[in-house]
């Protein structure tokens, strides 16, 4: 069917790029955990309080932007599974209309 015009490198591009946003978020958070755990040796008092209540703001924020990161990777590879989905049976429908003309 000539009319269809499907975008499937477009979509696959985003998936991509939604798992290395998700994927980044998670080695950005582990990083930043890894550091955060050789600091007490490091600082103390006020300076490492002040980081502490600093880090666990960042920590929790991180988590979110990593989870929301997911979800928007889970939902562009839904949409893309349903836009190849509804392409494959848009192209067996139209294989069957021309079949029964012919």
Request: negative net charge.
């Given at each position: 069917?000539?009319?269809?015009?499907?975008?499937?490198?477009?979509?696959?591009?985003?998936?991509?790029?939604?798992?290395?946003?998700?994927?980044?978020?998670?080695?950005?958070?582990?990083?930043?955990?890894?550091?955060?755990?050789?600091?007490?040796?490091?600082?103390?008092?006020?300076?490492?309080?002040?980081f502490?209540?600093?880090?666990?703001?960042?920590?929790?924020?991180a988590?979110?932007?990593?989870?929301?990161?997911?979800?928007?990777?889970?939902?562009?590879?839904?949409?893309?599974?349903?836009?190849?989905?509804?392409?494959?049976?848009?192209?067996?429908?139209?294989?069957?209309?021309?079949a029964q003309?012919?």
């Amino acid at each position: 069917m000539s009319e269809q015009q499907a975008d499937i490198a477009t979509l696959t591009q985003l998936v991509q790029s939604m798992t290395q946003l998700h994927e980044y978020c998670l080695l950005l958070q582990q990083g930043a955990q890894s550091f955060a755990a050789v600091l007490p040796a490091e600082w103390q008092g006020a300076a490492m309080a002040s980081f502490q209540a600093t880090f666990q703001q960042w920590s929790a924020q991180a988590t979110t932007l990593a989870e929301a990161a997911d979800g928007l990777t889970k939902h562009s590879q839904l949409v893309l599974q349903a836009y190849q989905q509804t392409i494959d049976a848009l192209n067996t429908a139209w294989t069957d209309f021309s079949a029964q003309l012919a």
